[in-house]
């Protein structure tokens, strides 16, 4: 959300990580379901990119998507263009705030009372459920497990699987308190529960609210990938059908997307294909028996034309929204994605979310990292999450360059501590007599040395200075 946000949700206070992290790290069932369901993830993309060469697949998507950042601005005026040919209505937003005003417009136009949304996390970016809620229009989530986040008051943690963090019991437990369901660990009576009870609101649905996954410049076709049917339901039941995306899913061709879509639903799911992949190129026409009356895409800014200002942090925008680095991050794996605090977890999360809220919300997010690399190695578009981590951990502590208006008139962002440490680090060093006189006074009391050095020797032993100088050690063997 931006700054001067009309409407509240669930936002949470992202510099509370750290403590949210060590309540995860203590709870034994968030670890258990997450290093189970992470583990098969892990083993089923492996297991589908079996017989492909997949460095060459994954050169083709990066290049894919570097292509259609590159010439973003056209691909979009000619997307609009073929849409609007098509049939399909056209509107811009510049953050979440529009985004969301645009849709309760469009809703309050048809006197509609009642959305039924397909998994989006534009949406969720948007905070769109609470808003509509605010305006007095019920928004229904029709993904399962959006649908359970839903019922249980949360939200996703995971940009695929939503509810990834609830185990079976839970889940079940949930749907009885709030539906009304019996008790039952059969996944199969649980999710066949769960679809009677959408399917009513989808046929008496005003609104329907999807996401896209890729809108096709060339054809103006908006593509919908899913597995349940409800992306479907929602596009065609209802009589009016509202897409919601970033600026940034534009792709120039049809056969771009299938390059993509190989490497999305194996890296997501481990699966060859969706079972679902749904193309719309326009409201229904006459002689057609269903589909919507009107359908709309909100294209939604929030930010990213600032991302794409930046030649390096440009490759945030080449996401395809896989969640392949949560899947493989030992520290998302352990820590799950609601202790994040953001709608966008794990390590595409800490690239992405500190361009959207700025460095002073976000600066903890990209020191969640242990660097090991796994994000960068299984990325299908190959964004080089790493080094973006480590670009915006410099930034966290000189200043946010894609915000300078929040951090101007306010210098580094260390603390004045660390500023005086660093300060009379380089002015030691700048120095050979005073770095001698230094090191050895250091040496002299080193049993005055405190065995605590903050959160660093909470694991470690701190390291203990030298009973003599280099200097001395030289000096001793007559060198």
Known sequence: MSETAEHTGHH??????????????????IRKNFRGAMDGLMSKRKAAFEGWDLET???????????????????????????????????????????????????????????????????????????????????????????????????????????????????????????????????????????????????NADVGVSGVNFAVAETGTLCL??????????????????????????????????????????????????????????????????????VHLVLVDNGRSTIYQDDELLDTL????????????????????????????????????????GLDEGRHLPSASSLCGACGEVCPVKIPIPDLLVRLRQESVDGDKLHPAKVRGHGAKRSSMEAMIWKGWAWMHASPGIYRLGTGVASKFRALQPSKAGAWTDYRTAPKLADKTLHQRMKERGQ
């Not at 309050?108 to 969720?124: H, L, P």
Request: charged share 25%; net charge negative.
């Open 12 to 29: 949470i206070d992202v510099k509370e990580f750290h403590p949210r992290a060590q309540a995860a790290i203590q709870n034994p069932k």
């Open 57 to 203: 697949l994954r050169d083709l998507g990066a290049n894919v998507r570097l292509r259609a950042l590159a010439n973003l601005p056209d691909l979009l005026e000619q997307l609009e263009k073929k849409l609007i040919e098509n049939g399909i209505k056209v509107h811009w937003a510049v953050d979440g705030d529009e985004a969301c005003r645009i849709v309760r417009d469009i809703c309050k136009a048809r006197d509609a009372r009642t959305v039924i949304k397909g998994k989006s996390m534009v949406s969720e970016e948007m905070e769109l459920n609470h808003y509509l809620e605010e305006q007095g229009i019920e928004a229904l989530e029709s993904d399962l497990g959006e649908y359970i986040v839903q019922l249980a008051d949360e939200t996703p943690s995971h940009i695929i699987m939503p509810a990834i963090h609830k185990n079976t019991g839970e889940i079940s437990q949930l749907l009885h308190d709030k539906t009304g369901t019996d008790l039952s660990n059969d996944v199969e009576y649980l999710t066949a529960s769960a679809r009677q009870q959408l399917r009513e609101k989808f046929m």
């Open 225 to 294: 990938v899913e597995n349940e049917g409800n992306g479907r339901m929602t596009t065609t039941v209802p009589k009016c059908h509202i897409a919601v995306t970033g600026i940034e899913k534009v792709v120039p061709t049809m056969e771009d997307v299938s390059a993509l879509l190989a490497l999305l639903t194996r890296s997501a799911t481990g699966q060859h294909i969706t079972t679902y992949f749904n193309m719309i190129s326009g409201p229904r026409k006459a002689e057609e028996l269903d589909g919507p009356e009107d």
């Open 318 to 357: 080449r996401c395809i929204r896989c969640g392949a680095c949560m899947n493989h991050c030992p520290v998302y794996t352990r820590v799950g994605g609601h202790a994040y605090g953001t709608t966008y977890p794990g390590p595409i999360g800490k690239i992405l979310m500190p361009h959207l809220i």
